[in-house]
């Protein structure tokens, strides 16, 4: 009887260490040594060529951020020497032509690849011209039978009607607006991975019908129809994921300090999950995450898995193995005892 007991209770805590076991099964992705990562893919050799090739090539901006990069990672460089040569090249003449022809030219087309242009092009998006030439522009196509971008026109109306509430809630809305207006300028610009252009299609249908805005379009064919058009076409109730997705972009451009960077880091893009791995990367290594994701690409965004709470783990997996050889024990009785027993039966008869 006794032993039945204890069979019982080793079965008991054998199921018990089974499922503890289960449990600890989980594994946890820890953040990655980028220092690391980094100075294995980019040597000092190669650091400091890239940084001359871009001064001479009056690449200021680029060479100014490869040089603040190679500082971050600590490579040992003639900092000073460059610093000087960048100065001398950084006349007030070249900043004033070279921003002010980006500045409009980004205003004029909602495209380019500076700072400034991309500056230009969110400043034409919150002023509302932007939005709503792009969705003009669009419109156009649709009449001429050519094929329509459906993510600028979702993004461009949706803009249209965030502007309007961004002037209303006193700029509550505009963080939203500022991403949402970097989202339409990295598709606009060919930076968009067709995977996470499906996602935001998605989730931005919800909140602009395009088939609405069309017969609401048809009857007034102008710029300021269109705009009206698109008001009255755009659901607040249903911005919530995209207004996650703005939210997240324009988090990473206050953590770069800038929106060209912002727009680059965004190709390394395929879904939600990747953006909110980007934000993550950008609020850690602000100004810097530009020539990190430029060097690793999106290993950087890769962690190292390993199991979750290891020590717990091997305190369960030994709970496990005691009781299952107590079961074993329990359910099996030696030979030897076995053979004793009926060795006593033989002899009492």
């Known amino acids: 009887m006794f032993r039945w007991l204890m069979l019982l209770i080793a079965i008991i805590s054998f199921a018990y260490s089974l499922l503890r076991v289960a449990d600890y099964w989980e594994y946890e992705e820890l953040a990655p040594n980028i220092a690391q990562r980094f100075k294995q893919a980019m040597s000092i050799e190669t650091m400091q060529a890239q940084i001359e090739t871009q001064i001479k090539a009056q690449q200021l901006h680029a060479a100014q951020q490869s040089m603040q990069l190679a500082q971050y990672f600590s490579y040992p460089l003639d900092y000073p020497t460059y610093q000087k040569q960048i100065d001398e090249l950084d006349t007030i003449y070249y900043r004033s032509t070279t921003n002010i022809s980006h500045f409009l030219s980004g205003f004029a087309t909602g495209k380019g690849d500076s700072n400034i242009a991309v500056a230009g092009a969110m400043t034409s998006?919150?002023?509302?011209?932007?939005?709503?030439?792009?969705?003009?522009?669009?419109?156009?196509?649709?009449?001429?039978?050519?094929?329509?971008?459906q993510l600028i026109v979702i993004l461009s109306g949706v803009g249209i009607s965030l502007t309007a509430a961004t002037i209303g809630s006193v700029g509550v809305t505009a963080p939203i607006k500022a991403g949402t207006s970097l989202l339409k300028f990295a598709s606009k610009t060919g930076r968009l991975s067709a995977s996470f252009t499906q996602e935001l299609l998605r989730k931005g249908q919800r909140a602009f019908d395009w088939q609405k805005f069309i017969r609401l379009s048809k009857a007034e064919?102008?710029?300021?129809?269109?705009?009206?058009?698109?008001?009255?076409?755009?659901?607040?109730?249903?911005?919530?994921?995209?207004?996650?997705l703005g939210d997240q972009a324009n988090n990473i451009r206050k953590a770069t300090s800038s929106t060209a960077d912002t727009v680059h880091l965004l190709k390394y893009v395929d879904n939600s999950q990747d953006l909110a791995s980007v934000e993550k990367l950008a609020l850690k290594h602000g100004i810097h995450s530009r020539g990190i994701m430029t060097v690793l690409g999106k290993t950087a965004l890769r962690g190292v898995k390993v199991l979750k709470k290891s020590l717990e783990l091997l305190l369960s997996l030994?709970?496990?193995?005691?009781?299952?050889?107590?079961?074993?024990y329990l359910l099996?009785?030696?030979?030897?005892?076995?053979?004793?027993k009926s060795h006593k039966r033989v002899v009492s008869h």
Do not use: C, W
């Not at 064919?221 to 996650?244: C, D, E, H, W």
């Not at 030979?335 to 004793?340: A, F, G, L, Y």
């Open 125 to 149: 998006d919150f002023t509302v011209i932007g939005d709503v030439r792009d969705l003009h522009e669009q419109y156009q196509h649709y009449q001429a039978g050519q094929s329509v971008n």
């Open 221 to 244: 064919n102008n710029v300021f129809g269109i705009k009206r058009a698109a008001m009255q076409t755009f659901n607040p109730q249903a911005m919530k994921s995209l207004s996650q």
């Open 318 to 328: 030994l709970a496990l193995i005691v009781s299952g050889l107590l079961n074993l």
């Open 332 to 340: 099996f009785p030696s030979r030897k005892k076995k053979s004793k």
